[in-house]
């Protein structure tokens, strides 16, 4: 579904990371680590085109995302959810408006009628639909922001350290919904520092665990 191929960037002048080369399939789990500054993040922007390899090929969903508009690089985004490690809302609209804002955007607002109450008891979220984001706790943001990348029901889950900033029950709660996704067939790669949070998985999850460091993407171990 997104792959790339022999991909290369950096910043500055300066390259980031090269020749790097990863492929997430329908039902695969990845866990992606490293070293701060590596490029996790920036590898995860690749992923879905806020970003475009200096060299080397990024194909979403079969095309070349060097090639797709802008109106084209949004549809193909319609299939990914990101997980920011900074989780953003709109502070005036409340938690149900907020989750529901990607379909609102692609004008497929009325299919959250249906949806939305069950997706918001899903992450634990039902009795905080009428609240606004300052009034949610750190482990209910990221739930919220969860909530929000699946509303589409994308194919492919991306989350940039979405354990960070969270106590060790409510990542495990996050870690939980995320291979309930990977059990329907999504694709799931995770970008973390929390190495004792893998090890902790390993009876859950069939994942891979790769680690960026010096310019080089590898496999850090065995299966999961």
Request: hydrophobic share 45%; with cysteine.
């Amino acid at each position: 579904m997104i792959e790339l191929d022999q991909v290369s960037y950096g910043y500055g002048g300066a390259t980031l990371f090269s020749q790097l080369s990863l492929s997430l399939q329908p039902g695969s789990f990845h866990f992606l680590t490293g070293p701060s500054g590596a490029g996790k993040t920036t590898l995860l922007r690749l992923c879905y085109a806020d970003l475009r390899a200096m060299a080397g090929r990024v194909r979403l969903f079969g095309q070349n995302a060097a090639q797709l508009d802008r109106d084209a690089v949004a549809m193909a985004r319609r299939r990914i959810g990101v997980v920011h490690q900074d989780c953003q809302f709109l502070d005036h609209l409340s938690v149900a408006e907020n989750i529901a804002l990607p379909l609102t955007v692609a004008d497929r607002a009325h299919e959250a009628d249906g949806n939305l109450q069950e997706l918001l008891s899903w992450v634990g979220l039902g009795q905080q639909a009428g609240q606004l984001p300052p009034e949610l706790s750190g482990g209910e943001r990221q739930r919220a922001a969860l909530a929000r990348a699946v509303i589409m029901s994308p194919d492919v889950i991306i989350a940039d350290e979405p354990t960070g900033n969270v106590d060790a029950e409510m990542s495990q709660r996050l870690l939980t919904l995320l291979i309930e996704l990977n059990k329907m067939g999504k694709a799931i790669l995770i970008a973390t520092h929390d190495l004792g949070m893998i090890r902790s998985m390993k009876s859950d999850v069939n994942a891979r665990v790769l680690r960026l460091k010096d310019g080089a993407l590898t496999q850090a171990g065995a299966e999961l």
